[in-house]
């Protein structure tokens, strides 16, 4: 075995690390919220469990003699109502961050925590880089920042921790460019201009891995090298097949979450991190 690994939330991203851990010879725990998916854990990891970790009863003997653990949580539902945010990320988060800080534990423990590079918000599609200071105009991005500061502050001598922000994720299941050509000739309320993040599931998943390898320490951005406005985008991915474009706003709805950064990638290749898929354009490179 190459050791023990956990992954908190084994939905789209977290089933995958899971898999791919397992593979290499990691004997995995895995959890869920509920009794319903127990059976489909079976599949994916040695230990299945249910851990729901906003609850004053949750079990956290889970994280026992663990050697890496990825935090891989997100709302229950499509919806982007604050209450589902905050039941994830201002309660479920920080109660596992407490429990990580005050369980006893007989190794060093690297803990990875998913997040999103849409936190920088509206940067007017500047390049941005970790060292800029997220957007917290919007109550989402600071629940989401809030969240990866808990899980910074558990940096000791045994814990090493670090945040990945994730761009907008495609992959198997996830076809976002087939997506995008469905709304070809189509009013889409979204402004056009903006220039978004993305990353490859494959990515995500060798990003928790080389993260853990390394045992990295601190914020960085885990997303590919595109950086054009959805309609950029929009019109080379209609253009390959003939298609008329996506009509989008020029304008933000009111209220409308803001998401318009270059967000670099740099911090990561430096550490030595490659991409295996470049960007959603490009053909998606063979395992």
Same mark, same amino acid.
């Given at each position: 075995?190459?050791?023990?690994?956990?992954?908190?939330?084994?939905g789209?991203?977290?089933?995958?690390v899971?898999?791919h851990?397992r /593979?290499?010879?990691?004997e995995?725990?895995?959890?869920? $919220?509920? #009794?319903a998916r127990?059976?489909?854990?079976?599949?994916l990891?040695?230990? #299945?469990?249910?851990?729901?970790?906003?609850?004053? /009863?949750?079990?956290?003997?889970?994280f026992d %003699?663990l050697?890496?653990?990825?935090?891989?949580?997100?709302? $229950?539902?499509?919806?982007y109502?604050?209450?589902?945010y +905050?039941?994830v990320?201002?309660e479920?988060? #920080?109660a596992?961050?407490?429990?990580?800080?005050?369980?006893p534990?007989?190794?060093?423990?690297? =803990?990875s925590?998913?997040?999103?590079?849409?936190v920088?918000?509206?940067?007017?599609? &500047?390049?941005?880089?970790?060292l800029?200071?997220?957007?917290?105009s919007n109550?989402?991005?600071e *629940?989401?920042?809030?969240?990866?500061?808990?899980?910074?502050? *558990?940096?000791? #001598?045994?814990i090493? $921790?670090?945040?990945?922000? !994730?761009?907008?994720?495609?992959?198997?299941?996830? %076809?976002?460019?087939?997506?995008?050509r469905? &709304?070809?000739?189509?009013?889409?309320?979204?402004?056009g201009?903006?220039i978004?993040?993305?990353?490859?599931?494959? %990515?995500i998943?060798?990003?928790?891995?080389? &993260?853990?390898?390394?045992? !990295?320490?601190?914020i960085?951005?885990?997303?590919?090298?595109?950086? *054009?406005?959805r309609?950029? !985008?929009s019109?080379?991915?209609?253009?390959?097949?003939?298609?008329? @474009?996506?009509?989008?706003?020029?304008?933000? +709805? @009111?209220g409308?979450r803001v998401?318009?950064?270059? =967000?670099?990638?740099a911090? *990561?290749l430096?550490m030595g991190?490659?991409l295996?898929? +470049?960007?959603?354009l490009?053909?998606?490179?063979?395992?």
């Amino acid at each position: 075995m190459s050791g023990r690994f956990g992954v908190v939330g084994c939905g789209y991203v977290g089933s995958a690390v899971a898999l791919h851990l397992r /593979a290499q010879g990691y004997e995995l725990t895995g959890t869920t $919220t509920g #009794p319903a998916r127990l059976a489909e854990l079976c599949d994916l990891v040695d230990h #299945p469990r249910i851990l729901r970790a906003g609850d004053s /009863a949750a079990d956290f003997s889970v994280f026992d %003699d663990l050697d890496g653990v990825l935090i891989a949580m997100a709302p $229950t539902t499509a919806s982007y109502e604050e209450d589902q945010y +905050r039941a994830v990320y201002g309660e479920a988060v #920080p109660a596992i961050v407490k429990a990580l800080r005050e369980r006893p534990r007989q190794r060093p423990l690297h =803990v990875s925590y998913l997040s999103s590079a849409g936190v920088y918000g509206d940067q007017c599609g &500047a390049v941005t880089t970790e060292l800029s200071s997220p957007d917290l105009s919007n109550s989402t991005n600071e *629940l989401l920042v809030q969240a990866e500061n808990a899980v910074l502050g *558990l940096n000791t #001598p045994s814990i090493q $921790t670090c945040v990945l922000r !994730l761009g907008g994720i495609y992959g198997p299941g996830k %076809d976002i460019p087939s997506f995008i050509r469905s &709304a070809s000739g189509q009013q889409v309320a979204k402004n056009g201009n903006h220039i978004n993040a993305w990353v490859h599931l494959e %990515d995500i998943v060798r990003g928790v891995e080389f &993260a853990l390898q390394r045992r !990295l320490q601190g914020i960085y951005n885990l997303v590919d090298d595109l950086q *054009l406005s959805r309609r950029e !985008l929009s019109n080379a991915l209609c253009d390959e097949e003939g298609l008329p @474009p996506v009509i989008w706003d020029n304008h933000d +709805r @009111p209220g409308a979450r803001v998401f318009n950064a270059r =967000v670099s990638n740099a911090r *990561l290749l430096q550490m030595g991190f490659s991409l295996r898929t +470049r960007s959603m354009l490009e053909p998606v490179a063979a395992c």
